[in-house]
């Protein structure tokens, strides 16, 4: 026995097992002995702290089933299992280190994902019961972390933000006109009698809810375009609405249902078709757009009348360059800050066609380190959630009874650096002395 927390010893055995799992993981392991032996007390007051917060949580009551964890040990299990090339190699591995069959590790799985799920879920209810006591942090907290730290910070990548116009085709009067008898003599069928689910199913283009009738679920007030939105909220249960028009194309609407601040209702979606003319339309219009934009036309008066609503206005917050659709990061070369780009295609996922756009670059950044400024209230959060957590637990160790033995040996230690890919299969595992 290493330690006593509260109710529960901790064997020197949990200690090594703890050890080589992180060790296992990538744990660097200093080789010179103060440091080590003090990795190896760190490691214990963690177990500590752990098995107060578990006894804490069955004091609170909170609890954790199989079934919440399951879906994540399972994954975790294949991922070990897939690191052997037969289930005998694995089974070996298995009983090599201790854990017996692949469902008696599973358990053990199981068991560990549930004593870090219930300390999650116990801080949780802390939080929402005003328990857990907010820690004050100073800039100069912040300051001293971010110096201790900086060097190991990931580097900021490269990022840009820009604000855009998305214009896309329209269908001609002759689609429109089309699509619009197509619905006005759905709207007759079911005047007379038609099914309206099954005439959903057979002639809606909303691929969404096709299959299902319509059927759109309950919705609140704000959700739906506002044309559709209001003929929804307007219509009694089973009252069929004449044709509306949406920037989607056509609809007819049936509520089914109504409660407070919110309906159940199905719609048939009837789409004008687009050609590659609306296409070649749409990038002229995009053409004239980026030319009276570059020749001072103000963005505030060109995106009501232009953009595409269904598309984001603008990158205020730095977005990463590398993570833009190829598209943009072309467009983006050789581009000075305030430069308007020449238009562009993306795609139409919804209609299957192109959209097409413009954009200002507004500005650029190159990788490089994050400033203190940048990350200055992500350390503080941080900072702010480790003193908080480390007050809470002193207070529960200070309330029950913790004892520490003398560490009887220390674990061999390694080269510096973390430790490298084990060359014995079952160095993938945790060891059980």
Same mark, same amino acid.
């Given at each position: 026995m290493?330690?006593?927390?509260?109710? &529960?010893?901790?064997?020197?055995?949990?200690?090594? $097992?703890?050890?080589?799992?992180? /060790?296992?993981?990538?744990?660097?392991?200093?080789?010179? =002995?103060?440091?080590? /032996?003090?990795?190896?007390e760190r490691i214990i007051d963690e177990l500590i702290d752990a098995e107060m917060l578990v006894q804490k949580a069955a004091v609170e009551k909170v609890e954790v089933a199989d079934g919440d964890v399951l879906p994540d040990v399972e994954t975790q299990l294949k991922k070990i299992r897939d690191q052997f090339k037969s289930d005998q190699e694995f089974r070996t591995a298995l009983a090599g280190a201790g854990f017996g069959t692949p469902e008696e590790y599973r358990k053990t799985l199981i068991e560990a994902a549930k004593r870090q799920a219930v300390q999650r879920k116990l801080i949780d209810k802390m939080k929402g019961d005003g328990k857990l006591v907010r820690a004050v942090v100073s800039e100069a907290d912040v300051f001293e972390m971010y110096e201790r730290n900086r060097t190991t910070l990931p580097k900021r990548p490269a990022q840009v933000t820009f604000r855009q116009i998305v214009i896309s085709p329209s269908p001609s009067a002759a689609a429109k006109?089309?699509?619009?008898? +197509?619905?006005?003599?759905?709207?007759?069928?079911?005047?007379?009698?038609?099914?309206?689910?099954?005439?959903?199913?057979r002639e809606s283009m909303d691929p969404s809810n096709k299959e299902t009738g319509g059927d759109l679920g309950w919705n609140r007030r704000g959700i739906m375009v506002p044309e559709f939105d209001r003929m929804m909220f307007a219509l009694p249960p089973g009252v069929i609405s004449p044709v509306? $028009? =949406?920037?989607?194309?056509?609809?007819?609407?049936?509520?089914?249902?109504?409660?407070p601040?919110?309906?159940?209702? &199905?719609?048939?979606?009837?789409?004008? =078709?687009? *050609?590659?003319?609306?296409?070649?339309?749409?990038?002229?219009?995009? *053409?004239?757009?980026?030319?009276?934009?570059?020749?001072?036309?103000r963005y505030d008066s060109l995106s009501p009348r232009f953009h595409d609503p269904d598309e984001v206005k603008a990158f205020n917050d730095p977005f990463p360059r590398a993570e833009l659709p190829g598209a943009y990061i072309e467009a983006l070369k050789n581009l000075k800050v305030n430069d308007i780009s020449s238009p562009?295609?993306?795609?139409n996922q919804r209609r299957g066609t192109r959209k097409f756009v413009v954009f200002q670059l507004l500005s650029t950044a190159e990788e490089g380190m994050y400033s203190v400024g940048e990350v200055r209230e992500r350390i503080r959060d941080q900072l702010i959630q480790e003193r908080?957590? &480390?007050?809470?637990?002193?207070?529960?160790?200070? $309330?029950?009874?913790?004892? &520490?033995? !003398?560490?009887?040996?220390? !674990?061999?230690?390694?080269?510096?650096?973390?430790?490298?890919?084990?060359?014995?299969?079952?160095?993938?595992?945790? +060891? +059980? !002395?």
């Open positions: 290493i330690a006593v927390a509260g109710e &529960r010893p901790i064997l020197w055995s949990e200690v090594l $097992e703890e050890y080589n799992t992180r /060790r296992a993981q990538g744990m660097p392991i200093p080789p010179d =002995t103060v440091e080590h /032996r003090k990795l190896v006109a089309r699509a619009k008898a +197509k619905i006005d003599s759905l709207l007759i069928e079911i005047q007379r009698g038609g099914n309206f689910e099954l005439i959903a199913k509306i $028009e =949406t920037n989607f194309g056509f609809h007819i609407i049936r509520v089914d249902k109504v409660q601040s919110e309906v159940k209702a &199905r719609h048939i979606l009837i789409i004008p =078709t687009l *050609d590659s003319t609306d296409e070649r339309r749409a990038r002229a219009l995009a *053409d004239s757009v980026a030319t009276v934009w570059r020749a001072g036309a562009f295609a993306i795609e908080s957590m &480390r007050r809470f637990i002193d207070n529960l160790r200070a $309330e029950s009874f913790v004892m &520490r033995n !003398p560490i009887p040996s220390l !674990p061999q230690a390694a080269e510096p650096g973390p430790a490298a890919a084990p060359a014995d299969p079952a160095a993938v595992l945790p +060891k +059980k !002395p």
